[in-house]
């Protein structure tokens, strides 16, 4: 059992550990206060030849897996991104290149994966609906087949990043739910042309406005008779289930990876704060009030780090990874909280000011015990799934 990480994997920590070494905590702050995408590091990212790290090298990427893409996004969430780190490499590299590597058509692998390894093409992933929520087998976008094309129509909610992507993985029903035997049967993926939809007048979209993770927006997405050429179903129709499961548990563990980097962000600024702020005489983590709990969370962080890259390396090996991820999910995202709300007591009343990075680290560590899967069905998994209790329902 050897449980250091492979050349890759050091290779990318370092890489990206050297570009993130040029922005600070006060760059990511601004990102998130002006609402903008963090150009200049997905330039550096771009140009470094990051964003294409699992995009095989016959097109032009660097061949890695879900371990490297894990690294990759916490080492980034690390350096002060946090939240904001989640998107970088969630929707192109993990959505796009990573599914489409898998099971995308021999043309679309060809047109697609030598843009998405560069950056010049942007992907986003969806699948949630307003009234399905949580209940992923229960969506009523539906696709029928007209001719060479499917006709869709529905609506999706906190989609990320329709604004600037290209492509859009979309998750629909060819078979509705309630004819489905079994449940996952029906299900299809297709590859929709964001530009092309929009300008057709088919696929429109309305930002949410949100409390945190603000460097990319999150919409309400409109599709109208969207037409799709039957050439950009992404595996085959009405077996989309076995493409989800390669979307939704990577999905898991980038973010993660995420929660992870934005836990020790947040251990470190309350650290650092310990160490410098005097009250009675003597600096305040001199008190176990406030280092057993930074205590705690180092070793909830050094725990969901190893469930973390077992679940990666288990995917990277085409091995059952659905337990893992869930519990790197869960307990990552369980330690960013726990780690940005002891940040939070430590500074005290000075957490409330903007001038520290605090309320940010909460906002985007607050989204983790929520989405894209609630605490509460994780737990279900683990308790259904994998200890065999009976079912609520």
């Known amino acids: 059992m050897d449980f250091t990480l492979p050349d890759s994997a050091l290779a990318v920590q370092r890489g990206i550990a050297d570009i993130c070494s040029r922005y600070d905590l006060e760059y990511w702050q601004r990102c998130e206060s002006d609402k903008r995408w963090p150009e200049e590091v997905w330039a550096d990212l771009a140009k470094g030849g990051w964003l294409g790290l699992a995009v095989p090298e016959e097109y032009g990427g660097g061949g890695q897996g879900l371990l490297e893409l894990a690294v990759a996004t916490e080492t980034l ?56 929520g ?71 979209f309305q930002p949410i406005p949100k409390m945190g993770a603000n460097t990319t927006p999150s919409n309400m997405v409109f599709l109208d008779d969207m037409r799709v050429p039957a050439a950009n179903v992404v595996g085959e129709v009405d077996q989309g289930a076995v493409v989800l499961w390669d979307i939704l548990n990577p999905e898991r563990v980038l973010l993660a990876a995420s929660a992870l980097g934005g836990a020790e962000v947040a251990l470190r600024v309350a650290v650092a704060y310990a160490k410098e702020r005097e009250v ?35 995917f990277d090996r085409q091995l059952p990874c659905g337990t893992e991820a869930n519990i790197a999910k869960l307990t990552a995202s369980q330690a960013a909280w726990e780690a940005a709300d002891a940040a939070f007591q430590t500074h005290g009343g000075m957490a409330y000011s903007l001038e520290y990075p605090v309320a940010r680290l909460l906002a985007d560590a607050r989204i983790g015990k929520v989405a894209p899967v609630t605490e509460e ?9 994998v200890l065999g209790l009976p079912r609520s329902f």
């Open 77 to 132: 969430s690390a350096s002060g991104a946090a939240g904001g780190s989640a998107f970088t490499y969630v929707l192109t590299p993990g959505f796009g290149a990573m599914t489409l590597a898998r099971h995308g058509t021999a043309e679309q692998k060809a047109s697609l994966l030598p843009h998405l390894a560069t950056g010049e093409m942007e992907t986003c992933f969806a699948l949630t609906e307003p009234d399905a």
């Open 134 to 204: 949580s209940n992923s087998l229960a969506i009523t976008t539906h696709a029928r087949r007209d001719g060479s094309d499917y006709v869709i129509n529905g609506q999706k909610i906190w989609i990320t990043g329709v604004q600037r992507a290209t492509w859009m993985l979309l998750v629909t029903r060819t078979v509705p739910a309630a004819e489905a035997k079994p449940r996952t049967h029906g299900m299809t993926v297709f590859l929709v042309n964001v530009p092309e939809a929009v300008a057709a007048g088919q696929l429109s």
């Open 280 to 314: 009675f005489g003597r600096p305040i983590g001199a008190n176990q009030a406030v280092s057993f709990p930074l205590a705690q969370v180092k070793a909830k962080i050094e725990l969901a780090r190893l469930m973390l890259y077992k679940a990666a390396w288990s």
């Open 377 to 385: 069905l994780l737990l279900n998994y683990l308790a259904t799934q």
